[in-house]
T-cell receptor, first 112, second 115 residues
Framework: GENVEQHPSTLSVQEGDSAVIKCTYSDSASNYFPWYKQELGKRPQLIIDIRSNVGEKKDQRIAVTLNKTAKHFSLHITETQPEDSAVYFCAAQRPIDYKLSFGAGTTVTVRA | AAGVIQSPRHLIKEKRETATLKCYPIPRHDTVYWYQQGPGQDPQFLISFYEKMQSDKGSIPDRFSAQQFSDYHSELNMSSLELGDSALYFC??????????????FGPGTRLTVL
Protein backbone atom coordinates (compact mmCIF):
# COMPACT_ATOMS: atom_id res chain seq x y z
CA GLY A 1 0.00 0.00 0.00
CA GLU A 2 0.88 3.66 -0.02
CA ASN A 3 2.86 5.23 2.83
CA VAL A 4 2.92 9.00 3.24
CA GLU A 5 5.32 10.78 5.56
CA GLN A 6 4.81 14.41 6.56
CA HIS A 7 7.16 16.92 8.19
CA PRO A 8 7.26 18.83 10.40
CA SER A 9 4.65 17.68 12.88
CA THR A 10 4.34 21.20 14.33
CA LEU A 11 5.17 24.56 12.82
CA SER A 12 5.00 27.96 14.47
CA VAL A 13 5.43 31.05 12.30
CA GLN A 14 5.11 34.78 12.76
CA GLU A 15 2.18 36.40 11.00
CA GLY A 16 3.24 37.46 7.53
CA ASP A 17 5.99 34.85 7.26
CA SER A 18 5.85 31.77 5.02
CA ALA A 19 5.13 28.21 6.04
CA VAL A 20 6.35 25.11 4.23
CA ILE A 21 5.19 21.54 4.83
CA LYS A 22 6.82 18.59 3.09
CA CYS A 23 5.53 15.12 2.30
CA THR A 24 6.98 12.03 0.71
CA TYR A 25 5.13 9.05 -0.70
CA SER A 26 6.21 5.51 -1.42
CA ASP A 27 4.11 4.28 -4.35
CA SER A 28 5.17 5.68 -7.71
CA ALA A 29 1.70 4.77 -9.04
CA SER A 30 0.10 7.51 -6.92
CA ASN A 31 -1.02 10.30 -9.20
CA TYR A 32 -3.18 12.67 -7.16
CA PHE A 33 -2.01 14.68 -4.15
CA PRO A 34 -4.50 16.82 -2.22
CA TRP A 35 -3.88 18.97 0.81
CA TYR A 36 -6.52 19.32 3.49
CA LYS A 37 -6.88 21.87 6.27
CA GLN A 38 -8.64 20.71 9.40
CA GLU A 39 -9.73 22.84 12.33
CA LEU A 40 -10.41 21.20 15.67
CA GLY A 41 -13.45 18.93 15.48
CA LYS A 42 -14.25 19.98 11.92
CA ARG A 43 -14.07 18.20 8.60
CA PRO A 44 -10.92 18.13 6.46
CA GLN A 45 -11.32 20.84 3.85
CA LEU A 46 -9.51 20.66 0.54
CA ILE A 47 -7.32 23.71 0.05
CA ILE A 48 -5.33 22.71 -3.02
CA ASP A 49 -4.47 19.62 -5.02
CA ILE A 50 -2.06 18.59 -7.73
CA ARG A 51 -1.98 15.78 -10.24
CA SER A 52 1.09 13.95 -11.38
CA ASN A 53 1.16 15.60 -14.81
CA VAL A 54 1.79 19.00 -13.21
CA GLY A 55 4.85 20.19 -11.31
CA GLU A 56 3.44 23.23 -9.57
CA LYS A 57 0.09 24.81 -8.83
CA LYS A 58 -0.75 28.07 -7.14
CA ASP A 59 -3.92 29.55 -5.69
CA GLN A 60 -3.47 32.99 -4.18
CA ARG A 61 -1.30 32.55 -1.06
CA ILE A 62 -1.10 28.78 -1.37
CA ALA A 63 1.11 26.78 -3.70
CA VAL A 64 1.99 23.13 -4.07
CA THR A 65 5.00 21.61 -5.82
CA LEU A 66 5.46 18.01 -6.88
CA ASN A 67 8.68 16.15 -7.68
CA LYS A 68 7.64 12.78 -9.13
CA THR A 69 11.19 11.51 -9.44
CA ALA A 70 11.92 12.09 -5.78
CA LYS A 71 8.35 11.23 -4.77
CA HIS A 72 7.83 14.28 -2.67
CA PHE A 73 5.47 17.22 -2.66
CA SER A 74 5.28 20.38 -0.62
CA LEU A 75 2.76 22.97 0.49
CA HIS A 76 3.78 26.61 0.65
CA ILE A 77 1.70 29.24 2.41
CA THR A 78 2.86 32.82 2.00
CA GLU A 79 1.91 35.89 4.04
CA THR A 80 0.47 33.72 6.79
CA GLN A 81 -2.49 34.99 8.78
CA PRO A 82 -3.86 33.87 12.18
CA GLU A 83 -6.76 32.14 10.41
CA ASP A 84 -4.24 29.85 8.72
CA SER A 85 -3.71 28.18 12.12
CA ALA A 86 -4.97 24.59 11.80
CA VAL A 87 -3.81 21.05 11.17
CA TYR A 88 -2.75 20.42 7.59
CA PHE A 89 -2.77 16.96 6.05
CA CYS A 90 -1.15 15.88 2.83
CA ALA A 91 -2.48 12.81 1.08
CA ALA A 92 -1.71 10.58 -1.87
CA GLN A 93 -4.15 8.65 -4.01
CA ARG A 94 -3.53 5.72 -6.32
CA PRO A 95 -5.70 5.17 -9.37
CA ILE A 96 -6.09 1.48 -8.53
CA ASP A 97 -8.29 2.09 -5.49
CA TYR A 98 -8.76 5.89 -5.11
CA LYS A 99 -8.51 5.76 -1.33
CA LEU A 100 -6.54 8.55 0.29
CA SER A 101 -3.45 7.75 2.33
CA PHE A 102 -2.80 10.63 4.68
CA GLY A 103 0.32 11.99 6.26
CA ALA A 104 0.32 12.33 10.03
CA GLY A 105 -0.52 16.02 9.88
CA THR A 106 1.21 19.31 10.68
CA THR A 107 -0.14 21.61 13.35
CA VAL A 108 0.47 25.14 12.13
CA THR A 109 0.29 28.03 14.56
CA VAL A 110 0.49 31.57 13.24
CA ARG A 111 1.57 34.04 15.93
CA ALA A 112 0.04 37.49 15.69
CA ALA B 1 -23.49 24.01 -3.52
CA ALA B 2 -24.73 20.84 -1.87
CA GLY B 3 -22.24 19.11 0.37
CA VAL B 4 -21.87 15.69 1.92
CA ILE B 5 -24.37 15.15 4.71
CA GLN B 6 -23.76 12.90 7.67
CA SER B 7 -26.06 11.91 10.47
CA PRO B 8 -26.11 11.89 13.35
CA ARG B 9 -23.48 14.48 14.15
CA HIS B 10 -22.95 13.16 17.64
CA LEU B 11 -23.63 9.73 19.04
CA ILE B 12 -23.09 8.32 22.51
CA LYS B 13 -23.26 4.58 23.01
CA GLU B 14 -22.44 2.05 25.69
CA LYS B 15 -19.92 -0.74 25.22
CA ARG B 16 -21.30 -3.70 23.28
CA GLU B 17 -24.09 -1.63 21.75
CA THR B 18 -24.68 -1.06 18.04
CA ALA B 19 -24.43 2.16 16.06
CA THR B 20 -25.47 3.13 12.54
CA LEU B 21 -23.92 6.11 10.80
CA LYS B 22 -25.42 7.55 7.64
CA CYS B 23 -23.86 9.42 4.76
CA TYR B 24 -25.52 11.24 1.88
CA PRO B 25 -23.02 12.04 -0.88
CA ILE B 26 -22.97 15.11 -3.05
CA PRO B 27 -25.64 14.70 -5.77
CA ARG B 28 -24.37 12.79 -8.81
CA HIS B 29 -21.28 11.55 -6.98
CA ASP B 30 -20.88 7.82 -7.48
CA THR B 31 -18.29 6.91 -4.87
CA VAL B 32 -18.42 7.00 -1.08
CA TYR B 33 -15.51 6.54 1.32
CA TRP B 34 -15.54 6.06 5.08
CA TYR B 35 -12.67 7.22 7.28
CA GLN B 36 -12.06 6.94 11.01
CA GLN B 37 -10.07 9.64 12.80
CA GLY B 38 -8.90 9.14 16.38
CA PRO B 39 -7.84 12.09 18.56
CA GLY B 40 -4.68 13.68 17.21
CA GLN B 41 -4.48 11.20 14.35
CA ASP B 42 -4.86 11.35 10.61
CA PRO B 43 -7.96 9.90 8.97
CA GLN B 44 -7.72 6.16 8.37
CA PHE B 45 -9.51 4.62 5.42
CA LEU B 46 -12.16 2.06 6.35
CA ILE B 47 -14.13 1.13 3.24
CA SER B 48 -15.39 2.52 -0.05
CA PHE B 49 -18.22 1.94 -2.49
CA TYR B 50 -18.44 2.68 -6.19
CA GLU B 51 -21.81 2.49 -7.88
CA LYS B 52 -23.27 0.63 -4.89
CA MET B 53 -20.58 -2.06 -4.93
CA GLN B 54 -17.83 -2.34 -2.36
CA SER B 55 -14.69 -1.22 -4.12
CA ASP B 56 -12.00 -1.37 -1.45
CA LYS B 57 -11.52 -2.24 2.17
CA GLY B 58 -9.02 -0.84 4.62
CA SER B 59 -8.49 -1.32 8.32
CA ILE B 60 -12.14 -1.98 9.09
CA PRO B 61 -12.89 -4.38 11.97
CA ASP B 62 -15.07 -7.40 11.24
CA ARG B 63 -17.58 -5.90 13.70
CA PHE B 64 -18.21 -3.13 11.20
CA SER B 65 -20.12 -3.45 7.96
CA ALA B 66 -21.30 -0.96 5.40
CA GLN B 67 -23.35 -0.70 2.27
CA GLN B 68 -24.40 1.78 -0.36
CA PHE B 69 -28.03 1.96 -1.35
CA SER B 70 -29.79 2.59 -4.66
CA ASP B 71 -30.00 6.33 -3.91
CA TYR B 72 -26.22 6.29 -3.31
CA HIS B 73 -26.43 7.02 0.39
CA SER B 74 -24.29 4.81 2.56
CA GLU B 75 -24.56 3.41 6.06
CA LEU B 76 -21.81 2.22 8.36
CA ASN B 77 -23.01 -0.33 10.88
CA MET B 78 -20.90 -0.88 13.96
CA SER B 79 -21.67 -3.69 16.39
CA SER B 80 -20.23 -4.81 19.74
CA LEU B 81 -18.85 -1.33 20.25
CA GLU B 82 -15.59 -0.97 22.15
CA LEU B 83 -14.09 2.01 23.94
CA GLY B 84 -11.47 2.23 21.19
CA ASP B 85 -14.16 2.85 18.59
CA SER B 86 -14.62 6.36 19.98
CA ALA B 87 -13.55 8.63 17.13
CA LEU B 88 -14.68 10.99 14.42
CA TYR B 89 -16.11 9.12 11.46
CA PHE B 90 -15.99 10.95 8.17
CA CYS B 91 -17.71 10.11 4.95
CA UNK B 92 -16.35 11.53 1.71
CA UNK B 93 -17.74 11.41 -1.80
CA UNK B 94 -16.29 11.81 -5.24
CA UNK B 95 -17.07 11.34 -8.90
CA UNK B 96 -14.76 8.84 -10.52
CA UNK B 97 -14.40 10.14 -14.03
CA UNK B 98 -12.51 7.16 -15.32
CA UNK B 99 -9.90 9.46 -16.77
CA UNK B 100 -8.42 11.06 -13.70
CA UNK B 101 -8.93 10.44 -10.04
CA UNK B 102 -11.07 13.13 -8.55
CA UNK B 103 -11.39 15.13 -5.40
CA UNK B 104 -12.91 13.68 -2.29
CA UNK B 105 -15.20 16.04 -0.41
CA PHE B 106 -15.65 15.32 3.25
CA GLY B 107 -18.81 15.46 5.30
CA PRO B 108 -18.94 17.15 8.72
CA GLY B 109 -18.34 13.87 10.47
CA THR B 110 -20.05 11.90 13.21
CA ARG B 111 -18.44 12.02 16.63
CA LEU B 112 -18.96 8.64 18.25
CA THR B 113 -18.34 8.31 21.96
CA VAL B 114 -18.42 4.84 23.50
CA LEU B 115 -18.81 4.79 27.28
Amino acid sequence: GENVEQHPSTLSVQEGDSAVIKCTYSDSASNYFPWYKQELGKRPQLIIDIRSNVGEKKDQRIAVTLNKTAKHFSLHITETQPEDSAVYFCAAQRPIDYKLSFGAGTTVTVRA
Amino acid sequence: AAGVIQSPRHLIKEKRETATLKCYPIPRHDTVYWYQQGPGQDPQFLISFYEKMQSDKGSIPDRFSAQQFSDYHSELNMSSLELGDSALYFCASSLITGVETDTQYFGPGTRLTVL
